[in-house]
């Protein structure tokens, strides 16, 4: 089966701003993507399909860590994200591997007109996509009890019971990973590198999924002084990020931390 002449991978942010500028009320749905994320070529299929059930949306296809400005420029931190726009106009997002709500909201906006520019979502730039959360992909999991997390987010806290909770979090397993996804379905290339590592020095080690609870998100940033994830975190304390895990291990210091 051939692409669609709708079905667009994007080679440039020039490239990008070129489509993007043909017409203003036209419908794209911008899917963001790596190639060694698994749920990533499921869903380009699905892509594709709908591609060709809807010729008169625009589909782009974006790699999302070849082009980081095109990425950030939507607020992309993890993959299979997509962006459904009118013309500059966000109608919605989704994060991960949902065929069903992404053909459900192709389908809800393919046809429909535009809405009055005074009732539309704003938007004359790409970064009006960022006002919403992505949060609804991957699982969650941190020693035996991060189910007690998975939908803190959705309460209320003060900052001290947030630091108490990434408290418990970091302690909850002798070394723990706070990562984008989850081992086996990552969805950043630097959380599945640094899920490689630990496992070939044969490490165990426990994990959360920092997409799914935005308080313990910004908390650990906060807590640990460390604005990035991956966060690798033993016996309580951080160590760092990738970068450095590859040092300690390269040093053997890594080692002597876990046998301490």
Known sequence: ????????????????????????????????????????????????ELAAKYPQVLFLVIEAESLPDVSESFDVEAVPSFVLLRGHTLLSRISGANAAALSAAVSSHA??????????RTSAAPRAASDVYVANGGGTSAGGNAADYAEADEVEETEEQIEERCRKLMDSAPVMLFMKGDPDTPRCGFSQKTVNLLRQEGVEFGHFDILTDENVRQGLKKLNEWPTFPQIIVKGELIGGLD???EQIETGEFKELLSQ
Do not use: G, Y
């Open 111 to 120: 046809s429909t007109k535009p809405a009055n520019q005074s009732q539309s």
């Open 1 to 48: 089966m051939s692409s669609p002449s709708n079905l667009v991978d994007v080679t440039s942010p020039e490239h990008f701003t070129e489509l993007m500028q043909q017409d203003l009320n036209r419908v794209s749905l911008l899917n963001f993507w790596a190639p060694w994320a698994e749920p990533c070529a499921q869903m380009n299929e699905v892509v594709k």
């Open 244 to 246: 450095i895990l590859k």
